[in-house]
């Protein structure tokens, strides 16, 4: 056991740990031209193509029929996967945590340039300012942007050690704050540059709460209305019980580790935390970039402003954005093999899922063919 659990400590490590992959593929898979996109019979045939199962779901305004695609590879355990299978969407789950947000601020309830120090339960700013964090100079817009200089306990070797030990044990948010603060510290002034961190949204996590005075699964689903979307499989992890209508949660995988056994609360409190299936995380994506999800077109405009950070070209708020020879696309994805785009030219919603993280890169370059982009050849 000691000896696998560093084999799996050794990948985690180089890919940077949980989401710092796709922000890598995110960010260092250079410029893909544009190609027309794929049809469905060359799409099925590349979800096919691949040994692990693979769902895609296709949408968006100008759909005349949505698409859904599934793959004939099989896991480890011989389990297949399909578009309405409930999946752990991880960092996936930051685009709806920012939207959230930003229905708050649309409601004027609040300050996207407040500091956070107030916001925040006070144990938790306490801890921040003990590692160094200037709590009344972060804002709650640093924090959605990535650029508050936050260090992310997630990305750190260490946590995955520590989730391994204790598979079962149900994790905190001060737990996982106090975890930043031993292990890391500033990265760069507030304001300044990129960092991705889980850690900065786990705060907003706490900063929604405090706010709505509701957990933060309860809070998602009130303030973006998300019963009014026939979502069938999407819910929070502990927060939340699964609608009547979901199918049982997927295993999920690390190679051969079944990651899925761990306790949810490794990755719950506003980095990750949703569950959803494939057509519920296409579907609520494009409600969000065709006006739906808000009363008011500038609240969209709001979370798509762009900062002036250094990296702020590649990450809004709670989405990162690729451009294309003008062309934005927007998009995120979840460690444990998720991945959804979005393309305003086109109109066009595409989220796809693996139940294992080693089909993410080759489930990647399928999702951007789907939205007219080339693949990078390194995928």
């Known amino acids: 056991m000691l000896a696998y659990t560093k084999a799996i400590q050794f990948r985690w490590c180089s890919i940077s740990l949980a989401v710092q992959f796709v922000v890598c593929l995110c960010i260092a898979t250079g410029m893909p031209a544009m190609?027309?996109?794929?049809?469905?019979?060359?799409?099925?045939?590349?979800?096919?193509?691949?040994?692990?199962?693979?769902?895609?779901?296709?949408?968006g305004k100008n759909m005349a029929q949505p698409l859904a695609l599934v793959g004939q590879g099989r896991s480890s355990t011989g389990s297949t996967l399909d578009v309405d299978t409930p999946?752990?969407?991880?960092?996936?789950?930051?685009?709806?945590?920012?939207?959230?947000v930003l229905k708050l601020w649309e409601d004027k309830r609040i300050d996207l340039d407040a500091a956070i120090g107030p916001l925040l339960t006070p144990a938790i700013d306490k801890l921040l300012q003990s590692g160094g964090y200037d709590t009344a100079r972060i804002t709650v817009r640093q924090l959605l942007s990535h650029s508050a200089g936050m260090y992310d306990?997630?990305?750190?070797?260490?946590?995955?050690?520590l989730v391994l030990s204790q598979p079962e044990r149900r994790w905190t948010r001060e737990d996982q704050v106090r975890l930043a603060v031993l292990w890391g510290h500033p990265l760069s002034s507030p304001g300044t540059a990129f960092h991705y961190s889980d850690?900065?949204?786990?705060?907003?996590?706490?900063?929604?709460?405090?706010?709505?005075?509701?957990?933060?699964?309860?809070?998602?689903?009130?303030?973006?209305?998300?019963?009014?979307?026939?979502?069938?499989?999407?819910?929070?992890?502990?927060?939340?019980?699964?609608?009547?209508?979901?199918?049982?949660?997927a295993r999920q995988f690390v190679d051969e580790f079944e990651a899925s056994k761990l306790d949810a609360s490794v990755d719950l409190y506003g980095g990750g935390g949703l569950v959803m299936s494939t057509r519920d995380l296409a579907n609520l994506t494009a409600v969000l970039f065709e006006g739906k999800l808000f009363k008011q077109a500038e609240t969209l405009r709001e979370m798509l402003w762009r900062g002036p950070h250094?990296?702020?070209?590649?990450?809004?708020?709670?989405?990162?954005?690729?451009?294309?020879?003008?062309?934005?696309?927007?998009?995120?994805?979840?460690?444990?093999?998720?991945?959804?785009?979005?393309?305003?030219?086109?109109?066009?919603?595409?989220?796809?899922?693996?139940?294992?993280q080693d089909a993410l890169r080759r489930l990647i370059a399928i999702v951007e063919q789907a939205v007219g982009i080339e693949a990078s050849p390194d995928l």
């Open 310 to 356: 250094k990296g702020a070209e590649n990450y809004r708020l709670g989405m990162f954005v690729k451009n294309i020879k003008g062309q934005d696309y927007y998009q995120h994805g979840g460690f444990w093999g998720t991945v959804v785009y979005y393309a305003p030219a086109t109109g066009i919603a595409v989220a796809g899922a693996s139940d294992n």
């Open 35 to 59: 190609a027309q996109a794929p049809s469905a019979e060359q799409l099925q045939a590349a979800v096919k193509s691949d040994p692990r199962p693979i769902a895609l779901f296709v949408t």
């Open 199 to 249: 850690t900065g949204y786990i705060l907003i996590g706490d900063i929604i709460e405090r706010i709505t005075g509701q957990s933060l699964g309860k809070a998602v689903r009130t303030q973006l209305q998300l019963d009014r979307y026939n979502l069938r499989s999407t819910w929070w992890e502990i927060m939340e019980e699964p609608p009547s209508t979901a199918a049982p949660r």
């Open 87 to 100: 999946v752990r969407i991880a960092s996936n789950t930051k685009t709806f945590v920012a939207a959230t």
């Open 153 to 161: 306990h997630a990305a750190d070797e260490r946590y995955l050690a």
